[in-house]
């Protein structure tokens, strides 16, 4: 007969209690709030956050008014932490597992998009941080298919920022075409070019980095850039010309005009990879393009297979984000920090610190 445990006459259970940092209104300011820790459902696991990383995307969640967002969200992309229980059909992962959730928060597999693998086409991807509550807080609901394992040898606030501009930058410059020894350049020496520089010199191409003022050189060269191209100093895309053109320009910059004032640094069949996410249109002539066969492509993160890739080839060549940290309950400041551009050069929230 199977024992069974009763509380005392009068006693209540106690739901177990997590903070998280939600935007209850497009525009509204952060809240540190208490919500009950939600148990997995059928293919979800619930992690114990550990780190998240503050990225540019989560404005899309705090200001709201360009994509659509259900209130309350709680936003984060960049999560890592550690697998507390699983959901049933859960086979691959388990309880105590260190796990990393990108962007790519999982798929609706009744569309025909995701039966056929054809992920980037989906209209039924799910959005980490967007469309399903992220990293901003002690625990976190995550579809399996969304999660990524992690090397032991990446700590939580050195991991966070690789799910999201690690996987971009690694991920857009090893689909790229560019082969060892080819002239690659990154534009932009920030949250996204700063690890750009190091994945490019470790693949084995020629580094160029590219951006504004010469107090930024050491650095790049220090990151593993072979050269420095000022641009308030010469123009950019004759400095690259003189070099014999890029294979690859990274575009790291979310600024259009820059962008736009490379376009010639590309080499005949040259590819400009467009990362750096801005609305505004580029100044790019279909000559320019037609000229020397030249291409355009943008780029958005990956799958967690994409994210596992990528975290493990940091482990293996030295690769790691340069990060500040801040404890959750500020949030805001971690968040404002990051929107005016005085972080350098990424920012992680840390759980429990």
Not at 146 to 154: F, G, K, N, Y
Not at 172 to 189: H, K, Y
Not at 293 to 319: C, Y
């Amino acid at each position: 007969m199977a024992s069974t445990s009763l509380a005392p006459a009068g006693a209540q259970t106690q739901t177990k209690t997590m903070k998280v940092m939600q935007v209850s209104r497009e525009g509204g300011e952060f809240e540190l709030v208490e919500r009950p820790i939600p148990k997995p459902g059928a293919q979800q696991v619930l992690i114990r956050v550990e780190a998240c990383g503050v990225c540019h995307s989560d404005m899309y969640v705090k200001e709201g008014g360009r994509l659509p967002v259900t209130y309350p969200r709680v936003p984060g992309h960049e999560v890592v932490g550690v697998i507390e229980q699983i959901g049933d059909g859960v086979t691959h992962l388990k309880p105590g597992q260190r796990v990393g959730v990108g962007w790519h928060g999982g798929h609706d597999f009744t569309c025909d998009a995701c039966r056929r693998g054809d992920f980037i086409n989906c209209d039924n991807k799910q959005v980490t941080g967007l469309s399903l509550d992220g990293g901003y807080g002690e625990y976190m609901i995550a579809r399996a298919e969304a999660v990524a394992l992690m090397p032991e040898d990446l700590n939580a606030v050195e991991a966070a920022p690789l799910l999201c501009a690690g996987v971009t930058t690694f991920n857009s410059l090893r689909n790229s075409g560019a082969r060892a020894g080819d002239l690659v350049a990154i534009l932009g020496i920030g949250g996204l070019g700063h690890l750009a520089v190091q994945f490019s010199r470790q693949m084995g191409f020629k580094t160029v980095a590219v951006s504004g003022g010469s107090d930024k050189k050491q650095l790049a060269l220090d990151l593993g850039a072979h050269f420095y191209i000022d641009s308030e100093a010469q123009n950019p895309a004759e400095a690259l010309k003189q070099m014999g053109g890029a294979k690859v320009i990274l575009a790291t910059a979310p600024n259009s005009k820059v962008i736009s004032s490379v376009a010639d640094g590309l080499a005949s069949n040259g590819k400009m990879m467009i990362v750096g996410a801005t609305a505004d249109g580029l100044d790019i002539s279909p000559i320019q393009l037609i000229n020397g066969r030249r291409g355009l492509q943008g780029w958005a993160s990956g799958t967690a297979k994409d994210s596992e890739d990528t975290m493990n080839f940091s482990v293996l060549s030295g690769v790691r984000p340069m990060i500040e940290v801040y404890p959750l309950s500020k949030a805001q400041e971690a968040y404002t920090r990051m929107m005016e551009n005085k972080a350098r050069f990424r920012v992680v929230l840390k759980m429990n610190s």
